[in-house]
């Protein structure tokens, strides 16, 4: 074999091998993030958008979930998502977002709100009309290690109050979807109410997962995704109708609502 034949070949051996060695390291790196947080949209049982983040990522500094309300420049509430990533600094990516509980006219939490440590909204432990006393209802929280818990409200106050408990995030909102594996007793597998929805589960392989209903449902439906479909222990309703908002760039979601308190999957970049 002639030496510039020769020569070219090795030369197009150890090119092939350096693509091939590229491209596994840029396989792992996106599994890697797969890993730690995603968001599609599923068509069975009925059309849904879900984003979800392994528990095990909120042990790091690169990710954190976070409640959003109110500007900092004027105690004003943010209102929207563009409002919300308008606040991020730079070195900080918002992944996903979702409307985190019910409000009132003046957009503000009517249920148990904590913000870094800080109650915003106490417990509300009483009955009355609406989803959000279709009790049992519950609480969404997390301390500041990020250990995502959802509980029972009353069970919640009992902790509380015996100092068990030092939530760092904290939304209420009803009703509850799944209580320890078991759908909502008053939900009925025939109801014919069926409206858009949105809620949040912690779930048995170690996920939290958030759901946005891309077409309306019942809530013994979407209890049930909860339930059988993701697997989730614990799930609760956060809001429906047209209060029901998603920001999911990966998934090209996002809505332009009006709403109160956000959850958000904050990505620190440095």
């Not at 958030?210 to 222990?233: I, R």
């Not at 308190?261 to 990505?267: A, D, K, S």
């Amino acid at each position: 074999m002639p030496s510039s034949i020769f020569t070219l070949f090795l030369s197009t051996i150890v090119l092939a091998l350096g693509l091939s060695a590229c491209q596994q390291t840029n396989t792992n790196a996106a599994s890697s993030d797969t890993d730690s947080w995603s968001c599609q949209t599923e068509d069975t049982p009925f059309i849904y958008s879900v984003c979800r983040v392994d528990a095990t990522a909120l042990a790091s500094e690169r990710y954190s979930l976070q409640l959003f309300w109110q500007s900092s420049d004027n105690n004003e509430p943010l209102l929207t998502f563009d409002a919300l990533l308008a606040t991020l600094p730079n070195n900080e990516t918002l992944n996903f977002a979702m409307n985190a509980g019910m409000y009132n006219a003046h957009y503000a939490p009517i249920g148990y709100t904590v913000i870094e440590g800080k109650e915003l909204k106490s417990l509300n432990t009483k009955e009355g009309g609406g989803n959000f006393h279709l009790l049992p209802n519950g609480v969404m929280w997390w301390d500041k290690a990020g250990n995502v818990q959802i509980t029972e409200s009353n069970a919640l106050n009992e902790q509380l109050n015996n100092g068990d408990v030092q939530p760092w995030y904290a939304t209420q909102s009803g009703p509850m979807l799944v209580i320890n594996d078991e759908i909502h007793p008053q939900f009925n597998s025939d109801s014919s109410s069926i409206k858009l929805r949105n809620g949040a589960g912690v779930c048995r392989d170690g996920s939290i997962q958030l759901v946005n209903s891309d077409e309306p449902v019942t809530f013994y439906q979407f209890a049930e995704l909860f339930k059988n479909e993701l697997g989730c222990s614990n799930a609760l309703f956060l809001d429906g109708g047209i209060a029901s908002a998603l920001y999911a760039p990966s998934i090209d979601k996002q809505d332009k609502k009006e709403m109160g308190v956000m959850i958000g999957l904050v990505e620190n970049k440095q």
